[in-house]
């Protein structure tokens, strides 16, 4: 996570420069090279050396939302970034349910072998992802044109102002603002949006073993667990976010914070 943290904002600022596409494919390449080394990891070197390499190069989330940005008009926007919402959520679905399944099956085939219920989902992992790095070379276009990007050199200055959080959350990396209320905005959903990811993130690495030691739920369990949570929030992102009225999103997301 931390990695992730420094290469997105580096490779969001390198996306400005080069184009979306190039960055978005050199990100898919990385976490490519993370699932291979995790098919070969028999040891916690290896395995580490694949979450570092898989931290690095997730980037691919934050360019995506540029390019929806770049893709879309402001009343567009709002649909667009839940229909986003809802593909994660998707993949919030059936992601652990599969590497569930993957694991138990290859316990099933391979009971003897002591590393196969990981190297399966990592071997899945793997096609999933090369086939996107397919997908995004032939149906992504670039979208933006040379004529938009940003050509002045990278100084020491917006790199510090763009890896260091007590800088990020003065978004000084960002020269086109309007006015000084449009900052305090900024600053308010960024703070907001920071600590709802710091509960999240602590639900999502934690529950698993909460299931575990008090439930004993296996991974196929865990994984059905996983699935209703994110058909959940494929429901709210798709079904709900995407039909709320201009200006009622913060009453909105109130609500369902509460809820």
């Keep these: 996570s931390l990695l992730q943290f420094f290469s997105s ?25 993370s699932y291979a080394l995790w098919c070969v990891s ?8 694949a979450r570092v390499v898989s931290g690095l190069s997730k980037a691919n989330v934050a360019i995506i939302l540029a390019i929806v940005s770049d ?21 919030f679905i059936f992601g652990p349910l599969l590497g569930a399944f993957c694991s138990q099956l290859a316990i099933i085939y391979w009971p003897a072998s002591s590393v196969s219920f990981f190297i399966l989902p990592a071997c899945v992992s793997l ?12 149906f992504c276009p670039e ?8 050509e002045t050199k990278t100084s020491i200055t917006d790199i510090y102002n763009a890896i260091f959080p007590w800088r990020l959350f003065k978004f000084s990396t960002i020269h086109n603002i309007k006015s000084k ?35 004993n739920w296996n991974s196929m369990q865990q994984g059905k667990m996983f699935f209703v949570m994110g058909l959940c929030m494929a429901v709210v992102q ?19 914070s509460y809820l």
Excluded: Q
Aim: hydrophobic share 50%; net charge positive; charged share 15%.
């Design 181 to 215: 209320h449009d900052v305090t905005i900024l600053r308010r959903l960024g703070i907001a949006s920071f600590l709802y990811m710091i509960v999240f993130a602590g639900l999502e690495f934690t529950i698993t073993f909460l299931v575990y030691n008090r439930f």
């Design 143 to 150: 979208t933006l044109p040379i004529s938009k990007r940003n």
């Design 42 to 49: 028999f040891n916690l070197t290896i395995f580490m050396l």
């Design 238 to 256: 798709g079904g709900y976010v995407r039909r709320i009225p201009d200006g009622k999103e913060i009453t909105a997301a109130m609500t369902v």
């Design 71 to 91: 893709t879309t008009t402001e009343k567009e926007r709002n649909r667009a970034m839940a229909w986003i919402g809802a593909a994660f959520s998707l993949g």
């Design 9 to 33: 904002t580096l490779c969001g600022i390198a996306s400005d420069r080069y184009g979306r596409k190039s960055v978005l494919l050199l990100s898919m390449v990385g976490i490519s090279l």
């Design 127 to 138: 096609v999933l992802s090369l086939i996107n790095i397919g997908f995004i070379s032939k």
